[in-house]
């Protein structure tokens, strides 16, 4: 016997899903980094809290596919696209393993460990496919604005968990 809650709840999870997707995936739009990093890192750690970790690791994943595909990231972003994927993984599972002892700690933590993971990635693999300036520039996009789209971020998300009261 087929349980209508339980089908109305999935619904409901697949729509919220299907948002934040439709929201990180269209971020690029946006056409500036600040912006587009900040609201996905907030989708990223709304989805975390919201749809589960497994989940949020799928948006950064799915999402990041559909843009460079789609035209919305730059063809030159290519080579970074597979350790961008990453590095929202290692902030989402981050967040989500330090989040139950303070939402800051996780977002902090991860935050760091994204920022880390692409400005140590991007000088070395960069500097393989891309030539010199255009590398430079892309690192630089890979730097401390990581750490600051990735905390902002947070922020954002923070503001919106409260008045959804999920946290």
Same mark, same amino acid.
Do not use: C, H
């Given at each position: 016997?087929?349980?209508?809650?339980?089908?109305?709840?999935?619904?409901?999870?697949?729509?919220?899903?299907?948002?934040?997707?439709?929201?990180?995936?269209?971020?690029?739009?946006?056409?500036?980094?600040?912006?587009?990093?900040?609201? $996905?890192?907030? %989708?990223? /750690?709304?989805?975390?809290?919201? &749809?589960?970790?497994?989940?949020? @690791?799928?948006?950064?994943?799915?999402?990041?596919?559909?843009?460079?595909?789609?035209?919305?990231?730059?063809?030159?972003?290519?080579?970074? %696209?597979?350790?961008?994927?990453?590095?929202?993984?290692?902030? @989402?599972? #981050?967040?989500?393993?330090?989040?139950?002892?303070?939402?800051?700690?996780?977002?902090? $933590?991860?935050? $760091?460990?994204? /920022?880390?993971?692409?400005?140590? !990635? #991007?000088?070395?693999?960069?500097?393989? /496919?891309?030539?010199?300036?255009?590398?430079?520039?892309?690192?630089?996009?890979?730097?401390?604005?990581? &750490? /600051? !789209?990735?905390?902002?971020?947070? @922020?954002?998300?923070?503001?919106?968990?409260?008045?959804?009261?999920?946290?």
């Amino acid at each position: 016997m087929f349980n209508v809650q339980s089908i109305s709840l999935r619904k409901e999870l697949v729509i919220a899903f299907l948002v934040m997707l439709g929201l990180a995936t269209a971020a690029p739009l946006l056409g500036n980094q600040y912006l587009t990093g900040s609201l $996905v890192n907030a %989708v990223l /750690f709304i989805s975390a809290v919201t &749809l589960g970790w497994k989940n949020a @690791v799928a948006i950064g994943l799915i999402s990041s596919t559909i843009a460079l595909a789609t035209g919305l990231l730059p063809i030159v972003m290519a080579p970074m %696209v597979p350790f961008i994927m990453a590095a929202n993984a290692l902030l @989402v599972t #981050s967040f989500s393993a330090l989040r139950g002892k303070s939402f800051w700690l996780g977002a902090g $933590v991860g935050a $760091v460990l994204k /920022f880390a993971f692409l400005w140590a !990635t #991007s000088s070395l693999i960069l500097n393989l /496919f891309i030539e010199q300036n255009v590398a430079d520039k892309i690192a630089g996009m890979m730097g401390l604005t990581q &750490l /600051f !789209t990735a905390l902002m971020g947070a @922020v954002i998300a923070y503001g919106a968990l409260r008045l959804g009261k999920k946290i």
